[in-house]
């Protein structure tokens, strides 16, 4: 079945610090990615998407690119801030008439003042 | 704003006893979502449906049963209840294609003692 990998449980950083999340997927077909953002006591919120090879999505400073050929979409943002410090989930969506979303087992960023 | 509500917001049950989730979306979106959220397994689907009437199976729907008798309102129903089902729940909707968002609510946090 489809899944979502995401490398780092966690993530600890200084502020202005550059961010990296890995995400990798497997899916048949050409599955819409997404990520989405927990803050402590919320539900998760969509962050951005991107649906074809090469797309890249972005939001509050925080970019992905869809690679086909690498299977990722590898979340990045140059200078994190402390409310940046939440869950990051990574999520697919495959194209094949069910619309069911896969996720990610979410990594917790915490940045340091 | 799209909105999603779900009661009771805590809930505290024993084992073998009955347990109902309820989520509410005044989104008029077509599917609607039940993930359980676990420390390491980030969001996993149970069950989700297409429109009123329908229910079908997720990943994880083994001791749990859901109804979607409107458009609006989504259940989760333990039926006995297992302290394995300790967890928190979201519910979610979204417009029922690939590249659209989900929406979710603020969580159910369930504790089975």
């Known amino acids: 079945g489809d899944s979502v990998t995401q490398t780092e449980g966690q993530v600890a950083l200084s502020e202005e610090d550059f961010l990296t999340i890995h995400c990798n997927y497997s899916a048949s077909g050409y599955p819409a990615l997404f990520w989405y953002v927990q803050y402590p006591g919320e539900g998760p919120q969509f962050l951005f998407r991107?649906?074809?090879?090469?797309e890249k999505g972005s939001s509050r400073g925080f970019e992905a690119t869809y690679n086909k050929e690498a299977t990722s979409f590898h979340l990045q943002k140059a200078s994190v801030q402390e409310s940046d410090s939440a869950v990051y989930y990574c999520a697919l969506s495959a194209n094949t008439g069910n619309y069911k979303y896969v996720f990610g087992a979410g990594t917790r960023l915490k940045v340091i003042a | 704003e799209a909105a999603v509500t779900q009661s009771p917001r805590n809930k505290v049950a024993v084992t073998g006893g009955k347990v109902t989730l309820s989520c509410n979306q005044t989104?008029?979106?077509?599917?609607m979502y039940w993930y359980r959220q676990d420390t390491g397994h980030g969001l996993r689907l149970i069950h989700y449906s297409y429109g009123a009437g329908s229910t079908e199976k997720g990943d994880i729907p083994d001791g749990y049963k859901a109804s979607r008798p409107s458009q609006e309102n989504f259940s989760l129903i333990l039926e006995l209840a297992t302290p394995s089902q300790t967890s928190v729940y979201f519910c979610?909707?979204?417009?029922?294609?690939?590249?659209?968002?989900?929406?979710f609510g603020a969580g159910t946090r369930l504790s089975v003692l």
């Open positions: 989104n008029n979106h077509n599917n």
């Open positions: 979610a909707s979204g417009m029922g294609q690939s590249q659209n968002t989900l929406y």
């Open positions: 991107a649906s074809r090879d090469k």
